[in-house]
């Protein structure tokens, strides 16, 4: 069975100040993929990064970087100098299982940034 | 990118009617589509996958008979919640799978908002 944990309910940090989203995942397959969704007030789903079991470099893009370690089954997403803009539900899921689309969601993170 | 578009954004309608979401893929052919529920501070619950040209698979708890989905072009599936109770006031969004190798990335719509009074 696939699980995605995501400890952290509700975040707040001051803008500028570094944030770090954390999440755990469990799943017996070997090949899975993990991604990170943005869910701001208005409601959709932004897609920001899809990482495949395979390749475990660290990745960055603009203030965005991702840790993924198998070793701890951890797929973490940090926020450099925060901006008011990034306030929204952050959601990390995970794709597994041959010849299958679904998604499995973690409950998301809520973060707050403080002008 | 993959743009997916959902129709309408947000929907009040008495109780015992039906409504119809659209959820298109604009730039973008997409054999399969899912339609997921999320209620309020809440994950996504998905409720069906939608297949081009085949019945849609529901998932367990999920009424086929109340939440009609059709899906008869690649580019076009629709969520029909027929004779809507209160208890279906909702958050709905679909997705679907993206094109070439962005196929296991799935792209969401803006989600629609259903009050059943």
């Known amino acids: 069975a696939q699980k995605v944990t995501q400890a952290q309910t509700e975040i707040s940090v001051v803008e500028k100040e570094d944030v770090t989203l954390d999440c755990v995942y469990e799943?017996?397959?070997?090949?899975?993929?993990l991604f990170w969704y943005k869910q701001p007030p208005s409601g959709e789903l932004v897609f920001l990064i899809r990482?495949?079991?395979?390749?475990?470099q660290n990745e960055i893009s603009g203030r965005y970087s991702w840790n993924f370690q198998k070793s701890t089954s951890s797929f973490n997403f940090t926020i450099t100098a925060s901006q008011v803009v990034d306030s929204a539900v952050y959601f990390c899921?995970?794709?597994?299982?041959?010849?299958?689309?679904?998604?499995?969601f973690g409950k998301g993170t809520k973060l707050s940034v403080i002008p | 990118g993959a743009v997916v578009s959902q129709h309408p954004s947000w929907v009040i309608c008495k109780s015992g009617t039906s409504v119809k979401i659209e959820c298109r893929s604009l730039?973008?052919?997409?054999?399969?589509m899912f339609w997921y529920r999320q209620f309020p501070k809440q994950s996504l619950m998905l409720m069906a996958t939608?297949?081009?040209?085949?019945?849609?698979?529901?998932e367990q708890g999920v009424e086929k008979d109340k939440f009609l989905i059709n899906h008869a072009s690649l580019t076009l599936s629709t969520l029909t919640v027929t004779s809507a109770h209160p208890e279906d006031s909702s958050f709905y969004i679909c997705?679907?799978?993206?094109?070439?190798?962005?196929?296991?990335?799935?792209?969401f719509g803006a989600g629609t908002r259903l009050s059943v009074l």
């Open positions: 997705s679907a799978r993206g094109p070439g190798q962005g196929q296991n990335i799935q792209y």
């Open positions: 799943t017996r397959d070997t090949t899975y993929y």
């Open positions: 990482r495949n079991s395979f390749d475990e």
């Open positions: 899921a995970l794709l597994s299982g041959a010849g299958s689309y679904q998604l499995t």
């Open positions: 730039d973008f052919q997409a054999t399969t």
């Open positions: 939608s297949n081009e040209g085949s019945k849609a698979t529901y």
